[in-house]
């Protein structure tokens, strides 16, 4: 049965409330658990976003229009260092987590500096790249695979800003409230969506750099 009171309104001849409410509600504004189910639904949404962008690339990725491959354009060792910068982040946040457990305000922020730190250096490597091949006469117009590259890779990319945009805001929230359930439930959250991007740049390290290399 709900906890709802209903307070009649003096126009309708019942007892006057003591303010202008109609409606008093007493159980907890905030469902338990109910933001990570949420999240984890957001989650799934944006798997199908990434699922839809592998297929398109699966189907474009050889559609190179007379122009370069894969092989000719894709630059391992840098690609490689790039995907090491974004797993060292993933673990530095794993010791944000641990931190924020033991109540180490301090220890969790700083942790989640090193994160912003290694996903910034992420972003810039890859727009390095997107220049380089831009510069070179391989921007996403040459073909159908550059097309369908830059948009999988350039949409993890946005990904990963929004990540630290959202850690950015972590950081003083952290600051000025502490680790509040609140708080713990944001680090919790982003601590999901940031190894899920994880994830999807390891099928994007797989399936658009190694196997794009091959004749």
């Known amino acids: 049965m709900s906890d709802t009171h209903i307070l009649h309104s003096p126009a309708a001849g019942g ?34 976003i ?23 354009l894709f630059d391992l060792p840098l690609v490689a260092l790039n995907t090491a910068m974004l797993l060292c982040s993933s673990i530095t946040y794993g010791f ?7 109540g180490r305000v301090r220890g969790t922020q700083a942790w989640l500096i090193v994160t912003g730190l290694f996903g910034l250096v992420f972003l810039g490597l890859e727009l390095y790249e997107f220049h380089h091949l831009i510069e070179h006469g391989a921007g996403p117009w040459r073909s159908a695979f ?25 950081l003083f929230q952290l600051g000025r409230h502490g680790l509040i359930p609140e708080n ?8 999901m969506f940031w190894h899920f991007l994880d994830v999807v740049w390891i099928g994007v390290f797989t399936f658009v750099y190694l196997m794009g290399v091959l004749p």
């Open 96 to 102: 944000a987590m641990l931190e924020s457990q033991r």
């Open 50 to 72: 990434f699922a839809c962008l592998f297929a398109v690339y699966g189907v474009q990725g050889r559609a190179y229009a007379g122009g370069p491959t894969g092989a000719d």
């Open 15 to 48: 007892p006057a409330a003591a303010d202008d409410s109609r409606f008093i509600v007493r159980e907890p504004h905030h469902p338990e658990n109910g933001t990570l189910l949420g999240f984890w639904i957001y989650l799934m949404s944006d798997c199908l």
């Open 146 to 170: 550059l097309s369908s590259f830059f948009t999988l890779v350039g949409t993890h990319g946005l990904h990963v800003t929004f990540g630290i945009v959202w850690l950015v805001t972590l």
């Open 184 to 191: 713990r439930r944001r680090l919790m959250c982003l601590s």
